[in-house]
């Protein structure tokens, strides 16, 4: 029971309808409103995941030079807004979440669509990056409206799955966890410079 709470809730959800309900793959896409190769995916994932009794994320390490490259590719293609560069970077499954709020977007599609839509007031973000329960992540500040710099937008957390991104978590709450990392609340001169 205790390995199942460290999975994701997707995989969770995977897991439970298809080993212990006996779902089919395809009648657990439908409830889930994603594809059977996303099913297929997650529980391969999940069943890995219980398996050796790990996390359901790559390890961080700060250190890793492959996880280094992928982070530095995310914030490459994120602050460029390049749609088809992120989702080169993501499983096909990948997950966008938003605490407090109830978003939930899945798949490399999905995103891409969501990144052109509602998303695009992402563009011209810059990136800070930062660690969250021993996890990359990054502190992001969108253009300010009043011209002058980039003020805080959310902290992203990523998970890493398989050298790729499985889930970024967006936390909304700027005026409580900006404060915590010591972040500023106005980036004045661009941090790429």
Known sequence: M???????????AVLILREV????????AELLETSVASVNSALQRARATIG??????????????????LLA??????????????KRLLHEDAVLNMPPFQMWVQGVVELGEWWQGAGCGCAGSRLLPVEAN???AFAQYRPAEDGVGWTPWGIT????????????????DV???????NLPMRLTEDPRA
Do not use: C
């Open 157 to 172: 957390v990523l998970e890493v799955v398989d050298g790729r991104i499985a889930t970024m978590t967006n936390h909304m």
């Open 175 to 181: 005026e409580r966890l900006f404060p915590l990392w």
């Open 73 to 86: 590719r995310y914030v490459q293609a994120f602050e460029a807004f390049d749609i088809e560069g992120l």
């Open 134 to 136: 021993g996890s990359p």
């Open 21 to 28: 309900l006996a779902w089919s793959a395809a009648e657990t």
């Open 52 to 69: 050796d009794g790990a996390s359901a994320g790559d390890t961080f390490k700060p250190l890793d030079e492959t996880q280094r490259a």
């Open 2 to 12: 205790s390995a199942l709470q460290k999975l994701p809730a997707r995989q969770r």
